[in-house]
């Protein structure tokens, strides 16, 4: 399809064309390296504000001490995930369940609004990029510095460029790779281990791959991590429609391309508002032409859209020959406000909704999370035994895990089956995050169990945190604080 | 140990892997030489009218990470079994290192029994760290038949009262969990008698502990306690160097009554305790047997 023919119907569009390379033919080529130039503007502000606001989070947070500990510490060899004032138990797991069912939809939610908003600013493979790019572009210039230094022969001064650029990668590589493990071992406790050559394996390991991932991630495979191992490119067709608002270039606007003299108007000549001057493809990151309509390649970075406008404003053009727009937008000559209408469709309307149900859950179960946890496990290598006076006695193992980082004391009582006592129970105290387990024995007087009769009969043990009462308080003058309810049976023998 | 039956398995899988290998290789040279493509570079296929197969290549770090794949796994059955039985030069095998990663488990878990090993079960029973592992060996490796709390159940021993059959000093509570114990008390009737003359001893016993007996039968089976008495003692004390219980005491290991002590004396009766000793380490069973003496101390103090 040649260029003409777009002009000519726009509308006629869907087939995304892919031309052929001039080596082509084979199943394997070798890609071309993008050396994509470097952009300012709308778009590139908000990514820049997002690069901070993301690392600032993820650099700065280890570093943060809450309550005499770290903010946010995942302690996987005690299990015990801290953050800020929670303190997580493998069994709190359902939580990091419902925090990916919030991202999925959350990402659900903002593809079909406006594309692939996450790639194009707050993925780590944009913000690493973008920091790499930044680093290189501050040691070998701009895309044409590069690729002259790419061309030229090795030169002290070539080396020095490409030396300090890979002093500087590096070093973010190392410090991105400290930082990961930061969060599983304590920042503080991890930089004196570092700074003494204390460092266990498994933390030199981590903190090696993760700095090697992001220097090769972000220095090297770019474009290529999304192109080829994400799969995210694969499936945003199922998640798109034609009222999502995409990176679009007005064809029917920009055609037919071709130069013309600053404050001509194009139509006049016989040409559309495109002068052909490349730069929407030169600041591409994944080195796509955009004119060539949606590609799987497009991150939604909309640096196209911040050079073109550029050059709109230096050609005296309006704005927006690249732009935010749906396929309904483009074709059908929608303006803005029509497009924003379609926007509150269906299918956003749903995700929203949904979205929001699952985030109002998941902080109300935050919210109202015991502060501990409690499982009553029968003893099964004996069901039952007769003691002093007759009395059926049944041994239970209780487990009782602290989700708190203060000292909690418990009782516990028997409900649901008359006469039954809790032999021998005194007050249980668990420490900080303690988990343990603790046997009880519940008896029950002959007569009542003779009235039940022989065989399993249902019951429940109550569980009760209570505030440690003062020292010189009789015992029962404690209160309640929170309770659970837990199901077990009590075994009468034949 | 090989796991087949023959020999000319090995040899199958062994030159099954090592033909796949070169297959893949051997597959990717193929079709890099290829050039499937049309001028339009498209296959040349279409679907429903107008659906057309592009060709998308494949980026060539792609293909050298397709190649490495491969040579690794070259080197992986150089090093490690892979071809069949042969064993990699490595000698590596998950027996092995099940038996390292044991060997470091152990290593680690030395580090926390070490400052108790030296404690004598007085002191430990004051820490309350060190009655934290003891109480969690117990409910692991003791609860099953002892019970959680243990205080046992018909046929095992409750281990909180003062009733020891074979000693309830720690060192005497340790030996019993290091090599197991073997209680037995054998069929007696052909020694005592008749099946009333059984009784008879039934009612005697019971009327050593003061419980609720037919005293004349109680008087005739005093005489016959004499075959009891052996292992027992004179009067039913019992012998912890034998591991005879006391049967003057209130405890019925294996049940109260008259009928439950004539079917013992009729039938006999043997219990085993198994050894720990290939399971849990001296520093263990240091641990766990002043735990098992200390539940015995608390109920002591109780009771007094």
């Known amino acids: 399809m040649s260029d003409p023919d777009l002009a000519a119907a726009p509308a006629m569009r869907p087939v995304i064309p892919i031309v052929a390379d001039a080596e082509s033919g084979s199943l394997y080529v070798s890609e071309a390296k993008i050396q994509s130039r470097a952009v300012s503007g709308w778009f590139a502000t908000w990514r820049w504000l997002l690069v901070w606001f993301t690392q600032i989070l993820f650099y700065g947070l280890p570093w943060l001490q809450w309550n005499g500990r770290q903010a946010v510490l995942f302690d996987l060899t005690a299990r015990r995930f801290y953050i800020f004032d929670m303190v997580l138990h493998p069994q709190d797991v359902i939580f990091l369940a419902g925090l990916l069912i919030l991202s999925a939809y959350g990402l659900f939610l903002f593809t079909a609004v406006a594309g692939r908003l996450w790639c194009g600013y707050a993925c780590p493979q944009t913000v690493y990029t973008e920091i790499f790019m930044w680093v290189e572009h501050r040691f070998e210039g701009d895309r044409q510095a590069r690729i002259k230094l790419d061309a030229a022969p090795w030169t002290v001064r070539k080396l020095a460029r490409r030396g300090g650029k890979q002093a500087v990668w590096i070093a973010i590589g190392l410090w991105t790779g400290f930082t990961f493990v930061a969060y599983f071992t304590p920042a503080r406790t991890l930089a004196a281990e570092v700074t003494s050559f204390g460092l266990g394996p498994w933390e030199t390991f981590w903190i090696l791959f993760y700095g090697l991932a992001t220097y090769g991630n972000a220095g090297y495979m770019r474009e290529q991590v999304c192109k080829y191992m994400c799969p995210y490119a694969r499936f945003q067709s199922a998640m798109f429609d034609r009222d999502t608002l995409i990176i679009s270039y007005d064809a029917a606007r920009g055609e037919p391309r071709g130069s013309r003299r600053r404050g001509v ?30 590609q799987y390649e497009c991150i939604g970075c909309a640096a196209c859209i911040d050079a073109c406008d550029g050059v709109m404003d230096k050609m005296g053009s309006p704005r927006g020959l690249i732009r935010y727009a749906t396929q309904n937008g483009i074709e059908k000559r929608w303006t803005r406000r029509q497009m924003w209408q379609r926007v509150f469709r269906p299918r956003v309307l749903v995700y929203g909704l949904v979205l929001v149900a699952i985030a109002s859950a998941f902080v109300a179960s935050l919210m109202l999370r015991a502060p501990f946890k409690a499982d009553i496990v029968r003893d099964r290598g004996a069901l039952a035994r007769l003691v002093e006076g007759g009395r059926i006695e049944n041994v239970y193992r209780v487990q009782l895990m602290n989700a708190t980082e203060q000292v909690q004391r418990f009782r516990i009582e028997v409900e649901g089956l008359d006469g039954a006592t809790l032999a021998g129970w005194s007050d249980v105290d668990l420490g900080p995050t303690e988990v343990r387990w603790v046997p009880l024995a519940v008896q029950l007087p002959a007569g009542a169990a003779r009235s039940l009769g022989p065989g399993a009969h249902p019951m429940r043990f109550r569980i009760v945190l209570v505030a440690p009462a003062a020292a010189d308080a009789a015992p029962d003058a404690a209160r309640s604080l929170a309770e659970r309810h837990e199901k077990s049976t009590f075994v009468v023998p034949r | 140990m090989s796991d087949f039956f023959h020999d000319g398995w090995s040899i199958f899988i062994a030159v099954s892997t090592v033909v796949s290998l070169i297959a893949c290789l051997a597959l990717l040279a193929f079709a890099s030489r290829r050039q499937p493509m049309a001028a339009d570079n498209s296959t040349g296929h279409v679907f429903d009218g107008d659906l057309v197969e592009m060709n998308n290549p494949l980026p060539m770090w792609w293909v050298v990470l397709f190649v490495l794949t491969v040579l690794f796994s070259f080197v992986y059955v150089y090093f490690f079994p892979g071809l069949g039985a042969a064993a990699g030069s490595l000698g590596w095998t998950s027996r092995g290192e099940l038996a390292a990663d044991q060997a470091r488990a152990a290593e680690a878990m030395a580090k926390i029994y070490a400052p108790y090993a030296a404690q004598k079960a007085e002191a430990l029973s004051q820490d309350g760290k060190a009655m934290a592992i003891g109480q969690r060996l117990f409910l692991n490796n003791c609860a099953t038949c002892h019970g959680s709390d243990a205080r046992g159940s018909k046929g095992f021993p409750d281990l909180t009262d003062a009733d020891w059959l074979h000693g309830g000093s720690p060192e005497k509570i340790a030996e019993t969990i290091t090599l197991g114990r073997t209680g037995v008390m054998p069929p007696m009737a052909a020694a005592v008698g008749t099946p009333a003359d059984v009784r008879d001893v039934a009612n005697y016993v019971l009327s050593l502990s003061g419980d609720p007996h037919n005293a004349i039968s109680a008087s005739a089976g005093r ?46 009766k ?31 103090t109780v009771s007094r």
């Open chain 2, 270 to 300: 043997t219990s085993v305790m198994p050894a720990q000793a290939g399971r849990l380490t001296p520093e263990q069973i240091h641990l766990l047997s002043s735990y098992v003496w200390s539940l015995s101390q608390i109920r002591r």
């Open chain 2, 223 to 268: 005489r016959k306690f004499a075959a009891c008495a052996a292992c027992h003692g004179a009067g039913g004390v019992g012998n912890q160097a034998l591991g005879a219980p006391n049967l003057a005491d209130k405890v019925w290991l294996h049940g109260w009554g008259e009928d439950a002590i004539a079917a013992i004396v009729e039938k006999g």
């Open chain 1, 265 to 294: 108007d194009p139509a006049s000549v016989g040409k559309g508002d495109c002068i052909d001057c490349t730069l929407c493809v030169q600041v591409c990151p994944t080195g796509i032409d955009i004119r060539k309509g949606l």
